[in-house]
């Protein structure tokens, strides 16, 4: 397993464990750092996915900066162009 699929399944069992009991705070810094890292990897759909679930939750609960942040990134992701 290298350090990039350990850091996705981390992250996942992350997300997981936090939206159980409803720690909305942490499943959102978890989703937020999930989407940067397959950002980070030219994994475009799947890091607009996971930014759009992180900002949905984000605005659910009231985290207006993180709601920012996520839009900011889904408006970069449009325009973006793969690594050569």
């Given at each position: 397993m290298t350090d990039?699929?350990?850091?996705c399944a981390t992250l996942r069992e992350s997300i997981e464990f936090a939206h159980a009991p409803n720690y909305s705070w942490d499943e959102v810094d978890a989703?937020?750092?999930?989407?940067?890292?397959?950002?980070?990897?030219?994994h475009v759909e799947d890091a607009k996915a996971e930014f759009e679930r992180c900002r949905?939750?984000?605005?659910?609960?009231?985290?207006r900066l993180m709601d920012d942040d996520c839009r900011a990134a889904l408006a970069e992701l449009e325009h973006h162009e793969p690594k050569a």
């Open positions: 990039y699929e350990g850091a989703r937020f750092l999930l989407a940067k890292l397959l950002q980070q990897r030219d949905q939750l984000a605005q659910s609960v009231g985290l």
